[in-house]
């Protein structure tokens, strides 16, 4: 499968929006309850920092002779490890690369196309582009459908963040890092 890549501007939010409903509702079907991933979507989304940074990938796929976007996600130069805009308790303060970590963020794969290498080829830009900025570790929050690509692409666990969403139900953060 050949995969081309680039980075987001703002005319690609609503697609961007899209991708990452049609993902949530889809992908974390087979690991979260309903109410489960209604709790997820309040730490999820387009966070506008990493399309104003210019570390948001877009990944495109050729379909029926049209491009298609098939996934998305990015790394942060920022302190906030996971979430949307919305999201409660960011720091979008710059991070030191020098004695902190960037993050792999928001990655989203279009259900057609998952196990086909997207959330690999991410994770490779990702890291790419955070060693080139000077960073030497890499930090993500994962949910438990993204925990097994992080373990696989050399990610350790750090700690369980165990959110309760507004409708009472669990909303599990895997922090976890890995150096560069």
């Not at 919305?86 to 004695?99: I, M």
């Not at 459908?145 to 373990?151: F, I, P, S, V």
């Not at 750090?158 to 139900?169: F, L, M, P």
């Amino acid at each position: 499968m050949e995969f081309t890549y680039r980075i987001a501007s703002n005319a690609d939010v609503p697609d961007i929006i899209g991708l990452m409903q049609l993902s949530i509702e889809e992908n974390m079907k087979v690991f979260l309850s309903r109410q489960e991933i209604e709790a997820a979507k309040e730490t999820m989304g387009v966070d506008q920092t990493l399309i104003d940074d210019g570390t948001y990938f877009l990944i495109e796929a050729e379909e029926g002779g049209e491009k298609v976007l098939v996934g998305c996600g990015g790394w942060g130069k920022r302190r906030t490890l996971y979430g949307g805009n919305h999201t409660k308790g960011r720091d979008d303060s710059f991070s030191d690369p020098a004695t902190e970590a960037a993050r792999i963020r928001a990655m989203y794969t279009h259900p057609k196309w998952t196990r086909k290498g997207i959330g690999s080829l991410l994770i490779r830009l990702g890291e790419d582009a955070a060693r080139a900025a000077g960073f030497s570790r890499m930090e993500l929050g994962s949910t438990v459908a993204g925990e097994a690509l992080y373990l696989a692409k050399g990610y350790k666990e750090v700690s369980r963040e165990n959110h309760i969403g507004a409708n009472g139900s669990d909303n599990l953060v895997i922090k976890m890092e890995k150096a560069l």
